[in-house]
């Protein structure tokens, strides 16, 4: 089975944002970059996938010189190879156009699986995968939590909302959106990171658009408080006597 | 092309009551811009549906059945959608954000060489709509450059469902040409994992933990916490992906909604898919290291600091006030 594992790099949690000049994105500068999280879940669906049915995982990732950090790492995970679509403009395609440069880069593969994250950490979206699968018109489902290979197709576990769940049927080829939670994340091992180096990383360059952009981001900034917070300052004893106060007579839950 | 079409959503001929936020929408869109707006239910025996939708403020309350619409498909949904829009040519077509709205509508979208603009939480003008980026951290305006009609996902909680307007609306029957071969997913029953023991929802004290908390064996503090204030403890999603607390314990779009006196946010940072869950609290008060983190946006009392030292304190003060 030839899974293929649509990943993209994005800025760690944790990372300071500051808003570019032109305001329309993010000083990218001074970022530090990961893997997207709900991304790593859908490799680690692929890993476990292989080592029970065989065959081989092939990872891709648009973006810049730098996401070849990202693809190694998946490589040191136990991908078998990755196919690197360089793209500095990423920014300038809407989904349908990043989603247009998967699906071409998908179809010289032909994978029987594709498998993605539900969303990103930086766009948020929640789209790609849907359109990448329409693209290419296969079949998807998407928020997975379990996936069972069944001979010709496959059994999924969909999550609902509000605790529900569904088994759904699905021939093969196809195309998933994994949720996180289903599987336990691996770490690279030092054997798996020294393998990487040998294996092979492909480069392709993406397409110039053929479509203009259908939605255009025109402008990033902060968020207005919905609220007015009063924030508590002092020593941790400070904050806690101040807290209490509020608890007891504002909140009255003391 | 002409209006607004609001597309609901049910299952097994019960509402999901997002639908109702993203009519708010809807209406609200319209009549900026002073266009019509329509609404549409899909399904096997949603008349009565339709009839309901029929007394709310609209031009047209659109039915749409098929004998292959009766279980939710993403094929089913799409190619039914696909003729409905091309049928009523709506300039805007407008969807609650679900679980199941984010499964097809994409899909629908690139048929029309759209892209969707997902989980809008505000809009200006019929022509921007705000969305939010980095997991809450900054808010971006979108706008639509293609021709085609313009696809849009309302997320839950920005409009008030009791801000429909009701009215007098013609039902109308939609017929839409489907093929057994054209569904390519089989779909079984929906069920749960286990009887939910944990009803967050009832709970009038709420502390919650999330990634801050950084190791499983740092929970007890904020145990201790829950315990001093007799409150249930929860969490956000990435604590019960790690598997450190049940899922049950879960705050947010994929877990409980609460509406609790008070919500006591422990290391949480406050993505959209939490504060969905959570920020119909009555107080807020949140701790957290990162004074940018959007859960100060919902919060009444906010700590920025170490929630190692301030948690632990509060637990001694409030032990102590209770004495």
Redesign the interface.
């Known amino acids: 089975m030839k899974i293929l594992v649509a990943i993209k790099q994005v800025?760690e949690?944790?990372a300071q944002?500051h808003?570019a000049a032109d305001g329309k994105w993010?000083e990218e500068d001074d970022l530090t970059y990961t893997i997207n999280e709900p991304d790593a879940y859908a490799l680690e669906e692929a890993l476990q996938l292989k080592e029970k049915n065989g065959g081989e995982v092939v990872v891709l990732c648009a973006g810049p010189e730098r996401v070849l950090t990202t693809l190694r790492e998946a490589l040191a995970k136990g991908a078998d190879r990755a196919i690197h679509i360089e793209a500095d403009d990423l920014g300038s395609r809407?989904?349908?156009g990043v989603?247009q440069l998967l699906a071409d880069a998908v179809k010289v593969e032909s994978p029987d699986l594709i498998l993605t994250g539900?969303q990103s950490?930086?766009?948020?979206?929640?789209?790609t995968g849907?359109?990448l699968?329409?693209?290419l018109g296969i079949?998807?489902?998407?928020?997975i939590m379990h996936v069972e290979v069944t001979g010709a197709g496959m059994t999924v576990k969909r999550?609902?909302?509000?605790?529900?769940?569904?088994?759904?049927?699905?021939?093969l080829p196809a195309l998933l959106t994994i949720?996180?939670?289903g599987n336990?994340l691996r770490y690279a091992t030092l054997m798996g990171i020294k393998k990487a180096k040998t294996k092979e990383t492909k480069t392709v360059e993406a397409a110039a658009a053929s479509?203009?952009?259908?939605?255009?981001?025109?402008?990033?900034?902060?968020?207005?408080?919905?609220?007015k917070?009063?924030?508590?300052?002092g020593s941790?004893?400070e904050?806690?006597?101040k807290?209490?106060e509020?608890?007891?007579f504002?909140?009255?839950?003391? | 092309m002409s209006g607004v079409l609001v597309v609901f959503e049910q299952t097994g001929g019960q509402w999901n009551r997002m639908s109702f936020e993203a009519l708010a929408a809807g209406q609200q869109l319209a009549a900026s811009l002073g266009m019509d707006c329509s609404a549409a239910v899909l399904g096997q025996g949603v008349a009565g549906l339709a009839e309901e939708l029929a007394g709310k403020k609209l031009a047209k309350a659109y039915s749409v059945e098929h004998a292959l619409l009766a279980a939710y498909t993403a094929d089913g949904y799409v190619v039914g959608l696909e003729q409905l829009v091309k049928q009523t040519t709506p300039d805007y077509v407008v969807f609650p954000h679900t679980y199941q709205v984010r499964d097809f509508a994409p899909a629908l979208a690139t048929r029309f060489k759209q892209v969707l603009i997902s989980d809008v939480i505000a809009m200006h003008d019929g022509k921007t709509f705000v969305r939010q980026l980095l997991q809450g951290k900054l808010n971006a305006d979108y706008t639509q450059t293609g021709a085609g009609p313009c696809f849009l996902s309302i997320q839950a909680g920005t409009f008030r469902a009791d801000a429909v307007e009701a009215g007098t609306a013609p039902v109308e029957a939609v017929t839409v040409q489907l093929e057994a071969a054209q569904i390519r997913n089989k779909p079984g029953e929906r069920f749960r994992e286990s009887a939910q023991t944990v009803d967050l929802s009832a709970a009038p004290v709420i502390v919650s933990v999330g990634r801050g908390i950084g190791e499983q064996d740092n929970i007890g503090i904020v145990q201790e916490l829950a315990d001093a204030l007799g409150a249930e403890l929860a969490a956000s999603r990435p604590i019960c992906d790690a598997g450190w607390l049940p899922m049950e314990r879960q705050v947010g779009s994929s877990g409980q909604t609460v509406s609790p006196k008070l919500y006591l946010a422990v290391g949480i940072s406050g993505a959209i898919q939490h504060l969905v869950g959570m920020k119909g609290s009555k107080s807020i008060i949140a701790i957290n290291k990162d004074e940018n983190a959007p859960i100060f946006e919902v919060a009444d009392y906010g700590v920025v600091g170490d929630l190692f030292e301030i948690v632990p304190a509060l637990t001694k003060a409030i032990v102590a006030a209770k004495e």
Do not use: C, N
């Open positions: 800025p949690r944790d944002i808003i993010i809407d989904t349908l989603a539900l950490d930086d766009l948020g979206l929640g789209q849907v359109v699968a329409e693209l079949p998807h489902a998407t928020i999550e609902l909302e509000d605790g529900w769940f569904q088994h759904v049927e699905m021939p949720q996180s939670g336990k479509e203009a952009q259908a939605v255009e981001l025109t402008r990033v900034y902060l968020p207005e408080k919905q609220k917070t009063e924030m508590l300052t941790p004893a904050i806690a006597a807290l209490v509020k608890l007891k504002d909140v009255r839950v003391l």
